[in-house]
């Protein structure tokens, strides 16, 4: 039987070279593409993927939040990371979110497919050129201890407002999205500012992209 994939980019063009390549083999099929987070998350629960091949940097809801609400939902499905250009703490952040692998955009085609079997064969696969960071990052972490604030300190739903504030949508279009009022906005938007002792808007998104909850685009 197929590997059911569902891919979750917000390039077309990216998506449409990864379909072309994967549907050429015959123990994988494409069975839907997403052009951001939320809507990777509503596919998934119709389309009830074996994978799901997700982009880190989405717009509307990113790749590490998508992947931690649809683990919670389908814990059955596997979550196999892409990014551009990848820190070690979004890496981190990707795999402590459920992610099985973690590639690199710039390698190999081949490399996708590779990395699509590894992880549907139950292990963990992470391209060479992060694998490494991945180790050197745990253990600066042991040793030394997350300094500053992290998006882990944040609320699922606070790291939603903060994704939708740092790609500049208003209050309004923020309690329209997420289905809530505009006090509950305002006042998600007050403790995120609280809880990372940020003062204005410009921080939050300075933070927001540092931190890889939005595309830097």
Same mark, same amino acid.
């Given at each position: 039987m197929a590997i059911r994939i569902l891919l979750a980019d917000d390039h077309q063009i990216v998506r449409g070279g990864f379909r072309s390549? !994967?549907?050429?083999?015959?123990? $994988? #099929?494409v069975v839907g593409e997403a052009g951001d987070g939320r809507a990777a998350l509503e596919l998934a629960r119709r389309l009830k993927p074996d994978m799901i091949v997700m982009d880190v940097a989405m717009p509307d809801l990113n790749g590490v939040d998508a992947t931690r609400q649809i683990l919670r939902e389908l814990p059955n499905v596997k979550v196999?990371?892409?990014?551009?250009?990848?820190?070690?703490?979004?890496?981190?952040d990707m795999l402590r979110a459920g992610?099985?692998?973690? !590639?690199?955009?710039?390698?190999? $085609? #081949?490399?996708?497919?590779?990395?699509?079997r590894a992880?549907?064969?139950?292990?963990?696969?992470?391209s060479p050129e992060i694998a490494g960071g991945v180790v050197e990052e745990y253990v600066h972490r042991v040793a030394a201890g997350a300094s500053g604030p992290s998006p882990a300190a944040?609320?699922?739903?606070?790291?939603?407002?903060?994704?939708?504030?740092?790609?500049?949508?208003?209050?309004r279009q923020i309690a329209a999205a997420l289905h809530v009022t505009v006090k509950t906005v305002e006042t998600h938007r007050h403790n995120i500012m609280e809880k990372l002792k940020v003062h204005s808007v410009a921080e939050l998104t300075k933070y927001a992209i540092r931190e890889g909850l939005t595309p830097l685009e």
């Open positions: 390549l !994967l549907q050429q083999q015959r123990d $994988l #099929e196999l990371a892409l990014s551009m250009h990848p820190s070690r703490r979004v890496v981190t992610a099985c692998g973690y !590639l690199v955009k710039t390698c190999a $085609l #081949e490399e996708l497919v590779q990395a699509v992880v549907d064969a139950g292990k963990t696969y992470l944040l609320s699922q739903r606070e790291r939603e407002v903060l994704q939708l504030v740092a790609e500049g949508k208003t209050t």
